[in-house]
């Protein structure tokens, strides 16, 4: 059983970057593809933000190529995404996942993951 816990979110200005951890625990880390998701309040589908495969391959979603980027730390057990220009649409609870799955055809579904953290919360304010 894979534990994930997510760090870094909090309260910052429009315009701010931030870097959200993901520690994970209780696998084989580098075997794991990770995702990071996103939850607006009053949305009830979370919005994929990218994902890094078991090789260091990276996917991302079109609509946030650029602003947002998913690497990972296998000797740390550790995923990361850094949140550049950040706007106060961007408020939303942060999760990171792990999948047994690979591919870019699958990576970005929520289904595809086994295991989710408990979120980390992110407000922009203007």
């Known amino acids: 059983q894979v534990q994930l816990v997510e760090s870094g979110g909090g309260l910052v200005q429009d315009g701010a970057s931030l870097r959200l951890d993901c520690a994970a625990s209780?696998?084989?880390?580098?075997?794991?593809?990770m995702g990071w998701f996103r939850q607006a309040p009053g949305i009830k589908e979370r919005e994929f933000l990218g994902a890094i495969s078991p090789s260091g391959r990276t996917y991302y979603p079109d609509s946030l190529k650029g602003r947002f980027y998913v690497f990972r730390d296998n000797s740390k057990s550790a995923a990361y995404l850094d949140l550049d220009t950040l706007k106060p649409e961007d408020t939303a609870v942060y999760s990171c996942?792990?999948?047994?799955?690979?591919?870019?055809?699958?990576?970005?579904?929520?289904?595809?993951?086994?295991?989710w953290g408990q979120g980390t919360q992110v407000v922009v304010s203007s």
């Open positions: 209780g696998g084989t880390f580098r075997s794991l593809a």
């Open positions: 996942a792990a999948s047994h799955n690979d591919g870019e055809l699958v990576l970005p579904r929520p289904s595809a993951y086994n295991y």
